[in-house]
């Protein structure tokens, strides 16, 4: 077993990323985001720093512009991005859409796509999502064929960055009913195309996603990501990238709450003395300590099972989201407290984190899907 711990590469990475993020895209460029009530959701000039730096291009093949560098050199980034809130189209592009363009594409698509998203020419989004609650076996979107072509028709939610997105991956059904795994395909659609209606929504953490609405969408053969029908593996696959990066990213805003309301206990004064001196207090910091730890190891240990393409790299994904789910709670929630009514203002930044750490739980499976996931592969 490999030991936990970054390769020098790796750490050169995470301290690039570290300057980077509290820089160009700390917490105070979401708070002008959401008080402007930015169409976009961020920043376009951001997003050219964040190609330039080679972020973008992560897990981007060498040959098609990127630098390949790996799921934990990903996740080294996404946690800084969790750390400073920072706002932009990662998870949507640069994972989960090139993530899909690797897992399920031809040579031919990842050609012609791949070497765009690099150069931050093309914004990607995944279109899985039909129920309140993830289930992406639940899937009622019909593609079906019709003359000498294909229509899709049905309904999609929370997709992140689906109303800026240049082409949408979509799951629907080519056969079988609406739960089963089988008769499922992905496929590209662009947000343009006619019948394709796009509602904006703007979440809790004032992050933007979409409802698209497929009514009638004209579909080439050419548009779809491997064989008809065939497609659940590769959006699971998937789907297990995104939410290892939507764990780091857990990771790094509980540190990064944890650490904020550390130095307002020692700094904050009740009854002459600082608020660090409480017992009770630091009995509750020691105990989020020891699960923030937990976390490192969780998170690390499930990126690197995915680089190594490990037979067990889904059950230590859901195991890694469903722990870093669980202690984001626990971090924003004592953050919050420990800041007292302080806290509850929105002079302080703390509710900011409180609120991104409840839509990344929820998206793309939380505690109890991934615990319940975690289980199944155990098999119990």
Not at 120 to 125: M, S, W
Not at 126 to 141: F, I, M, S, W, Y
């Amino acid at each position: 077993m490999s030991a936990l711990v970054l390769n020098e590469e790796q750490q050169m990475l995470k301290d690039a990323a570290k300057r980077f993020m509290v820089e160009s895209a700390p917490v105070s460029q979401l708070r002008a985001l959401r008080d402007n009530n930015d169409e976009t959701g961020f920043s376009r000039e951001l997003w050219q720093s964040m190609v330039e730096m080679g972020f973008v291009g992560t897990l981007v093949p060498e040959q098609l512009g990127g630098s390949q560098f790996g799921y934990v050199g990903m996740g080294q980034i996404s946690e800084q991005a969790g750390r400073n809130l920072s706002a932009s189209p990662l998870i949507s592009t640069a994972v989960g859409g090139v993530a899909a363009l690797l897992l399920a594409g031809s040579s031919e698509q990842q050609q012609a796509l791949l070497p765009k998203v690099a150069a931050g020419e093309l914004l990607l989004a995944l279109a899985v999502d039909e129920t309140p609650r993830h289930n992406p076996a639940q899937v009622g979107t019909r593609l079906e064929a019709q003359g000498d072509g294909l229509v899709l028709n049905g309904r999609k939610q929370f997709v992140v960055d689906g109303h800026v997105a240049d082409k949408l991956i979509v799951s629907a059904r080519s056969s079988g009913a609406d739960s089963e795994r089988e008769g499922i395909t992905l496929l590209l659609v662009d947000r343009t195309a006619a019948g394709v209606r796009v509602e904006r929504t703007s979440m809790a953490d004032s992050r933007n996603a979409a409802v698209v609405t497929f009514d009638d969408v004209k579909v080439a053969a050419t548009d779809l990501l491997g064989e008809a029908g065939k497609g659940f593996a590769a959006l699971e696959l998937t789907l297990d990238v995104v939410n290892a990066q939507l764990a780091a990213e857990l990771l790094g805003l509980s540190l990064e709450s944890f650490e904020r309301t550390v130095a307002y206990l020692l700094e904050r004064k009740q009854f002459g003395v600082t608020l660090s001196t409480f017992q009770g207090l630091q009995h509750r910091c020691a105990h989020l300590f020891s699960e923030l730890e937990l976390v490192k190891s969780a998170v690390l240990k499930a990126l690197m099972a995915l680089d190594a393409g490990a037979d067990d790299a889904s059950m230590q994904v859901s195991l890694a989201k469903a722990k870093a789910s669980e202690v984001a709670e626990l971090a924003t929630n004592e953050a919050l407290q420990m800041h007292g009514g302080m806290g509850m203002t929105d002079e302080f930044d703390i509710g900011l984190f409180m609120k991104r750490a409840r839509c990344v739980q929820a998206l793309f499976g939380d505690f109890r899907y991934h615990a319940n996931r975690f289980a199944s592969l155990k098999g119990y």
